[in-house]
């Protein structure tokens, strides 16, 4: 278990105002992930990090951008939030071999 | 590309019945693979994975997954199922790449 957080774990926001989600591991994984979770599509991976000040884009990076300052923490933006990202969001952290996964407990996203 | 596959969108069993939730998965060579649970409003957790060796794996809560190269296949198994066993489950192939691949998972009920 990579120890993972996120905060909020719930918000509600308008269209058009930035929004921030946090997640924080304390195992010291070096890859990072976002997904977004929504009925019918799954899960579907957003931005990754590979290390510090390291990202990629996921298949629907789109209106989401993410920052990595420490290993401990990675930061997932929207910088004008969208009706179409209501959605619940997940972090998780990866072991350095074999892709195994730990994941956040989510937040859930509204945008109105 | 890495692509995996859960068939069954959803699956109803009785309690105390066996429960099997198929997973297909495409990649050239031995992929890692993972199968996850989630219950409602909840992250993610690992039921079981396999890297190598035996085929058949053991997991948590009674859950055992047997991968068969021959069927591109790594299919989810319990003998009995309890109430507690509803969820959605998702099964997941890495090893191409820092990234998993995700089906777009199963949700099972459980009947009285």
Not at chain 1, 66 to 82: C, G, P, Q, Y
Not at chain 1, 89 to 110: D, H, I, K, S, V
Not at chain 2, 6 to 29: F, K, M, W
């Amino acid at each position: 278990d990579a120890g993972i957080t996120q905060s909020p774990r719930h918000k509600v926001t308008e269209t058009g105002t930035p929004v921030t989600l946090r997640c924080h591991q304390t195992e010291n994984h070096r890859y990072m992930y976002w997904y977004r979770q929504d009925p019918g599509h799954g899960l579907r991976l957003i931005h990754y990090s590979y290390g510090v000040k390291d990202t990629d884009k996921g298949e629907v990076s789109d209106g989401y951008s993410v920052s990595r300052s420490k290993t401990e923490d990675f930061l997932l933006t929207l910088e004008s939030a969208t009706s179409s990202q209501t959605s619940v969001y997940f972090c998780a952290a990866q072991r350095e071999t074999y892709n195994e996964q730990f994941f956040g407990p989510g937040t859930r996203l509204t945008v109105l | 590309a890495q692509s995996v596959t859960q068939p069954d969108i959803h699956i109803t069993v009785s309690e105390g019945a066996s429960l099997e939730l198929r997973c297909n998965y495409s990649y050239g060579a031995t992929p890692y693979l993972f199968w996850y649970v989630q219950s409602p409003g909840q992250g993610l957790q690992l039921l079981l994975k396999y890297f190598s060796g035996d085929t058949l794996v053991q997991g948590i809560k009674g859950f055992e997954a047997e991968f068969k190269r021959s069927q591109s296949s790594f299919n989810l198994r319990k003998p009995s199922v309890h109430w507690s066993d509803a969820a959605e489950y998702f099964c997941a192939s890495g090893g191409a790449t820092n990234k998993l691949i995700f089906g777009t998972g199963t949700l099972l009920a459980v009947q009285p």
